[in-house]
């Protein structure tokens, strides 16, 4: 997995309460179990219209938000039914980070399994992002993990909380598999002394 250390670009305006899973990668792209090429699915029922076009209204199809890096989202992001495609089609269009309210649980872990920063802030710290964000391309937001802050284009800086041991996962890029392995030696020394104590097993 992709370490998360700091991140630097524009950030997309998406001020909807209740964005759920099935807006963020509706159901009928839930066949493939490869983490690429849901990109292009990544809110389709807003993104496109009835014919396949793009729909111009939309804030990612908008020429200064095409190559954002980072959402600003409504209260109880990524609610509805569990599905980590939502994470993997946010990853593969490009977002690393999702700013709102709010998240719902499962939606939040599956982010940090997948390299994706959810950060939680009040509601007068959301509106002053989405107002940095409703400037577009030029106002870039920078997120410093390490130093938990979120600096605007302005200058202004906020801090925001997070679980230690959830940072460090994204800091060291470690998904499930590769945090179980970092206690490799402990495991074997127990494994070895299991079978030195109860050979019948």
Same mark, same amino acid.
């Given at each position: 997995?992709?370490?998360?250390?700091?991140? $630097? %670009?524009?950030?997309?305006?998406?001020?909807?309460?209740? /964005?759920?899973?099935?807006? /963020?990668?509706?159901?009928?792209?839930?066949?493939?179990?490869?983490?690429?090429?849901?990109?292009?699915?990544?809110?389709? &029922?807003?993104?496109?219209? &009835?014919?396949? +076009? &793009?729909?111009?209204?939309? @804030?990612?199809?908008?020429?200064?938000?095409?190559?954002?890096?980072?959402?600003?989202?409504?209260?109880?992001?990524? !609610?509805?039914? +569990?599905?980590?495609?939502?994470?993997?089609?946010?990853?593969?269009? %490009?977002?690393?980070? @999702?700013? +709102?309210?709010?998240?719902?649980?499962?939606?939040?872990?599956? !982010?940090?399994?997948? %390299? =994706? *920063?959810?950060? @939680?802030?009040?509601?007068?710290?959301?509106?002053? *992002?989405? #107002?940095?964000?409703?400037?577009?391309?030029?106002?870039?937001?920078?997120?410093?993990? &390490?130093?938990?802050?979120?600096?605007?284009?302005? %200058?202004? $800086?906020?801090?925001? #909380? =997070? #679980?230690?041991?959830?940072?460090?996962?994204?800091?060291?890029?470690?998904?499930?598999?590769?945090?179980?392995?970092?206690?490799?030696?402990? =495991?074997?020394?127990?494994?070895?002394?299991?079978?030195?104590?109860?050979?019948?097993?």
């Amino acid at each position: 997995m992709e370490k998360f250390t700091t991140l $630097t %670009g524009v950030a997309a305006p998406l001020p909807i309460i209740n /964005i759920d899973t099935d807006m /963020i990668i509706p159901k009928q792209y839930l066949k493939t179990i490869k983490r690429t090429g849901l990109g292009t699915a990544l809110f389709s &029922e807003m993104r496109y219209n &009835e014919d396949g +076009s &793009e729909n111009p209204d939309f @804030v990612l199809n908008k020429p200064a938000y095409r190559q954002a890096k980072i959402v600003i989202a409504g209260d109880n992001f990524g !609610c509805g039914s +569990s599905r980590e495609h939502a994470p993997w089609a946010l990853a593969d269009f %490009g977002i690393r980070c @999702v700013i +709102s309210t709010s998240f719902a649980d499962i939606f939040y872990n599956n !982010c940090f399994k997948n %390299g =994706i *920063l959810p950060l @939680v802030v009040s509601p007068e710290q959301l509106k002053l *992002l989405l #107002d940095d964000a409703e400037r577009g391309s030029n106002a870039t937001l920078s997120i410093d993990l &390490e130093a938990q802050t979120i600096q605007g284009p302005d %200058g202004g $800086t906020l801090h925001f #909380d =997070i #679980d230690p041991a959830r940072k460090q996962v994204l800091l060291e890029g470690l998904d499930d598999i590769a945090g179980t392995l970092k206690s490799d030696p402990a =495991i074997a020394s127990f494994e070895d002394q299991m079978a030195a104590q109860r050979p019948w097993l």
